[in-house]
């Protein structure tokens, strides 16, 4: 892979996570709201955006989420991921309580839930699509018994599946 092409996907995951930081504070509000769309929490929530995303995306760069092969991810990124979504969930209860304090309480557990499941499900698509483009390139397939059980056994497998 190219090095334009690797800064073409990176560039692809950061949109990806510039739209859902974007929705899920909205989303989160509704939800919270039970789905009325007339409240003026939205008009507050609306207000203070640009700094919120800018404390996700932020964070999500520090903890290097944008400099990670997702092709290869696992729960060590799935951990990485709430980690991030931790940190920068704190960092935002924290700017919005001291600037207006004005929002439901409960909106940020549910912002972070849906945070990590989004981000999280974004990067599971990354390598999906890998391991499909992946597997449609073989032209044979050969089977293969391994016997016995345990992490090595495993490692083996996943290692004959990569290569």
Request: with cysteine; hydrophobic share 55%.
């Amino acid at each position: 892979m190219t090095l334009v092409q690797q800064q073409l996907k990176l560039f692809f995951l950061f949109v990806i996570d510039l739209f859902i930081v974007s929705i899920t504070p909205f989303l989160s509000l509704y939800i919270r709201l039970e789905g009325a769309l007339q409240n003026p929490f939205y008009d507050r929530l609306f207000e203070i955006m640009p700094v919120l995303i800018a404390i996700r995306l932020m964070t999500f760069y520090f903890f290097g989420l944008y400099k990670r092969l997702w092709r290869y991810a696992s729960i060590n990124e799935v951990i990485v991921i709430s980690g991030a979504v931790t940190v920068s969930s704190i960092f935002i209860a924290i700017y919005i309580y001291g600037v207006n304090g004005m929002l439901p309480k409960s909106i940020h557990f549910i912002d972070w839930f849906c945070t990590i499941l989004l981000i999280g499900t974004s990067r599971f698509f990354v390598r999906l699509a890998h391991y499909w483009r992946k597997n449609k390139d073989r032209n044979c397939c050969v089977n293969v018994l391994i016997v016995g059980a345990g992490d090595a056994g495993a490692m083996i497998a996943r290692e004959i599946q990569q290569r």
